[in-house]
């Protein structure tokens, strides 16, 4: 008696390479998360007019050393980044599927095998925020909202080029002579 091996596409094959691929961007986002709060720290200083005040000089510096951080913290959270082993991603799709693990093995010898839901990816934000920065921006662009009302897009993108012209000038002075 010989045993059927899986096609390579199969629908098992296939259910255990997209869940390996959600595993994946859960262990990615955390890397992901300084650079998002350092772009959403950068639109509220400009959306508050913070970098219209600041030299060229001063305004590069603040965005070098923003970076340096987001990619010292993106470093720190991809420290102990390892792919998922086969075990690891077996035992996730069984749980997706409300089946045991040794099932899913049984199916690889099946030569019909049924559909396998994909579980949703879990929100991996918190490990790369462990201090909740993500809600403080949200509140801190709506109170600016509330209080300065729109600002222009403009004034907002000024604060991710310095070397542009300032989106918004606060004073324009006349010279008369």
Do not use: C
């Not at 099946?110 to 201090?131: E, N, R, T, V, W």
């Not at 907002?156 to 012209?165: E, H, I, R, T």
């Amino acid at each position: 008696m010989t045993l059927q091996r899986t096609k390579r596409f199969s629908r098992l094959n296939r259910a255990l390479g997209w869940t390996a691929t959600v595993m994946v961007w859960e262990r990615l986002l955390p890397a992901l998360t300084p650079f998002l709060l350092l772009a959403a720290a950068i639109a509220v200083a400009s959306q508050w007019g913070l970098f219209l005040a600041l030299g060229t000089v001063v305004h590069i510096a603040v965005l070098v050393v923003g970076s340096a951080v987001a990619i010292t913290a993106a470093v720190l959270n991809l420290r102990g980044f390892k792919t998922p082993t086969f075990t690891e991603t077996n035992t996730r799709l069984a749980l997706d599927n409300k089946v045991t693990p040794e099932y899913l093995l049984g199916l690889r010898h099946a030569k019909k095998q049924p559909s396998l839901k994909i579980g949703k990816a879990k929100a991996g934000l918190a490990k790369g925020d462990p201090f909740a920065l993500r809600y403080l921006m949200l509140v801190l662009i709506m109170f600016g909202y509330l209080s300065q009302g729109p600002v222009p897009w403009t004034q907002v993108a000024s604060g991710f080029a310095p070397l542009g012209k300032p989106g918004v000038v606060l004073v324009a002075m006349d010279a008369h002579p």
